[in-house]
T-cell receptor, first 111, second 113 residues
Framework: DAKTTQPPSMDCAEGRAANLPCNHS???????VYWYRQIHSQGPQYIIH???NNETNEMASLIITEDRKSSTLILPHATLRDTAVYYC????????????FGTGTRLTIIP | DAGVTQSPTHLIKTRGQHVTLRCSPI?????VSWYQQVLGQGPQFIFQ???????GRGNFPDRFSARQFPNYSSELNVNALLLGDSALYLC????????????FGPGTRLTVT
């Protein structure tokens, strides 16, 4: 699995959009970008994933650059409950359930 | 629908003892994976089982073993516990209906003294 690089921490004001970057310059053609988050002492929670097109669901949007070497997770209206560690992972999804977690980005939402 | 469940929630063991952790996947999920999360780090992959067969193994010693039962529940066993085995042990299940996304349980907090 390709390696990812994320900033260790970020702050965002409540109600504003939180933009979390991830670099994955060694991503291969069949690897998807996945985002998970982990709220303190809970199991990680799946957020969103994508291959090359931008994706949106009820939780977030995922923007992947055209060269696929980086991506941004966007939480459009951050709330205090979005305070968590966010992990960016790249992997081939089918037949390979292994997730390789890095240290992630600790996002703190400021009231 | 019930999510992934794990038991026990917490337990305390002494060095040298062994421990068994249990996981019940989401109904319909046939794949179960185990992860170890040491304080301050991201989860580290230990095992994956699919249809009762081991499909993947992480870089963990042979003291760690697992199995999956016909009902797709799973056990993780750790023998000869060391202080460094203190961690949050996470179980995740996945299924074709959800595109193989991993759904995690709340974890078992193991403390070795």
């Amino acid at each position: 699995d390709a390696k990812t690089t994320q900033p260790p921490s970020m702050d965002c004001a409540e109600g504003r959009a939180a933009n979390l970057p991830c670099n994955h310059s060694t991503i291969s053609g069949n690897e998807y970008v996945y985002w998970y988050r982990q709220i303190h002492s809970q199991g990680p929670q799946y957020i969103i994933h994508g291959l090359k097109n931008n994706e949106t669901n009820e939780m977030a949007s995922l923007i992947i650059t055209e060269d696929r070497k980086s991506s941004t997770l966007i939480l459009p209206h951050a709330t205090l409950r979005d305070t968590a560690v966010y992990y960016c992972i790249v992997r081939v999804p089918f037949g390979n359930e292994k997730l390789t977690f890095g240290t992630g980005t600790r996002l703190t939402i400021i009231p | 629908d019930a999510g992934v469940t794990q038991s026990p929630t917490h337990l305390i063991k002494t060095r040298g003892q062994h421990v068994t952790l249990r996981c019940s996947p989401i109904s319909g999920h046939k794949s179960v994976s185990w992860y170890q999360q040491v304080l301050g780090q991201g989860p580290q992959f230990i095992f994956q089982y699919y249809e009762k067969e081991e499909r993947g193994r992480g870089n963990f010693p042979d003291r760690f073993s697992a199995r999956q039962f016909p009902n797709y529940s799973s056990e993780l066993n750790v023998n000869a516990l060391l202080l460094g085995d203190s961690a949050l042990y996470l179980c995740a299940s996945s299924g074709i209906e959800q595109g193989y996304e991993q759904y995690f349980g709340p974890g078992t907090r193991l403390t070795v003294t």
